[in-house]
């Protein structure tokens, strides 16, 4: 196998080892997938801005998320279904991000439940929270967050409806597989994927199968989560789950300055300028592009992060300079998982943050921390803003 050098190297091999209703449902956004696209090609248009004879030695992609270490601006989403990429994936993910210092956020649909991946790891894990009209399943669930440590809550607010993502209709997406014969054929050809899963006993959505009355089987427990997201979420259920939380809270799925100066107001310790990866609402605009306008709109009270499109590096240093504090990475970790388990996402980490501190070099900074837009240069060739270089540069 020729070295992995770049995530799409960890793209191309995952697309090979994982059955297909899996990949597809990574690799996909709602209806056209416009603002799926969207979310990568905004990255690449933001031109940078080189300088050189600048004192490069002593990087630091060092810097903190609601006041966590990490060893870059970069946490991992929270992805449903992670372990079917890969037998047991929530556990080697968040096995890898604690070993690479970055944090870990396990989702309410995973297939590793939250006890089963804090008995695993020894970091706090960020527990991200859909919520129900089941509001006694959520208690619980908060309640079971806490009991298992999690370092902080992240309460998703741009999933009440399911977008339509058409690859996931049209492969009968189901977790673990339906015994189709056209889903046996695809098995088929994964056999990597198929002794995993076959080693494990995890297959089923571990934080609710045998948590919730009356959900035994896998058809009950798909429809049981179809009719389950709370269309009826508002601010007031916000404040509900912060008191109830305690903890720090995170609010994901904002996208709009006004949302997110009332995510400011609610209390919140951070917002996340995202449109869930291009999945949820197409024709929405993509995060890089939303990003300056909410953090111009909430100033410093609270810490605004970004994630859809981050594929490199560069993207997570072009998204600091346009003011986001951190970031979550979904599809580039999950690609890494599919491609070679818990190796693979510690490759993924590894990578993006070789590309983030060499790219930060270039542009004349040592400090992660002290990044800010001027390393970006303004579109159409227009002069940069006229400045000194960092202070650490001339030393
Ligand atoms: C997601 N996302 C997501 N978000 C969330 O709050 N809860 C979830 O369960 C999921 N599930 C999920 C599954 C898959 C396969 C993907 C790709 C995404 C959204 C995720 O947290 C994040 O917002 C995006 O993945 C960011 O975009 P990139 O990095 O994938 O481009």
């Not at 006694?136 to 409806?161: H, N, P, S, V, Y």
């Not at 995170?250 to 449109?275: F, H, M, T």
């Not at 990475?329 to 070789?354: N, T």
Request: with cysteine.
């Amino acid at each position: 196998m020729s070295p992995i050098t770049h995530i799409e190297d960890l793209r191309v091999l995952a697309q090979r080892r994982v059955p297909r209703m899996f990949y597809d449902y990574a690799d996909s956004g709602s209806w056209t997938e416009s603002t799926y696209r969207a979310n990568e090609a905004d990255f690449q248009a933001i031109k940078l801005r080189q300088r050189v004879a600048v004192n490069m030695e002593n990087r630091s992609t060092r810097t903190t998320m609601v006041g966590v270490d990490t060893a870059m601006p970069v946490a991992l989403a929270p992805t449903g279904l992670t372990g079917m990429q890969h037998a047991d994936g929530e556990i080697l993910a968040a096995r890898a991000a604690e070993a690479f210092g970055v944090p870990f956020t396990l989702s309410t649909m995973s297939i590793c439940s939250i006890e089963d991946v804090a008995a695993h790891t020894k970091a706090p894990l960020w527990f991200q929270l859909y919520v129900m009209r089941d509001r006694d399943f959520i208690e619980r669930l908060i309640e079971r967050a806490k009991a298992a440590r999690c370092g902080a809550l992240m309460l998703t607010l741009d999933l009440q409806i399911l977008g339509q993502r058409h690859k996931d209709i049209k492969n009968g997406l189901s977790a673990p597989p339906k015994p189709t014969l056209a889903n046996l054929i695809n098995l088929a050809t994964k056999p990597r994927w198929c002794l995993g899963m076959l080693g494990t006993k995890r297959r089923q959505f571990g934080n609710i199968v045998g948590h919730v009355k009356g959900v035994a089987d896998m058809s009950s427990l798909s429809s049981w989560t179809a009719q389950q997201f709370d269309p009826a979420l508002n601010w007031g259920d916000v404040e509900w789950i912060k008191n109830r939380w305690g903890g720090k809270l995170i609010l994901k799925g904002i996208l709009d300055p006004e949302d997110a100066r009332l995510a400011r107001d609610s209390g919140a310790d951070a917002l996340i300028v995202s449109n869930h990866g291009g999945r949820q609402l197409d024709g929405a605009p993509s995060s890089i592009s939303a990003l300056p306008a909410i953090a111009e709109a909430v100033g410093s009270r609270i810490e605004v992060w970004m994630d859809g499109g981050i594929r490199s590096g560069q993207d997570v240093l072009k998204a600091v300079a346009l003011g986001a504090r951190g970031t979550l990475i979904g599809r580039a970790f999950l690609y890494g998982l599919g491609a070679l388990g818990e190796a693979g996402v510690s490759k993924c980490l590894e990578l993006i943050q070789k590309e983030l501190e060499l790219t930060m070099a270039f542009c004349g900074h040592t400090d992660i921390r002290r990044v800010d837009r001027g390393i970006l240069l303004p579109p159409h060739g227009a002069a940069p803003p006229a400045g000194p270089l960092p202070v650490r540069a001339y030393g």
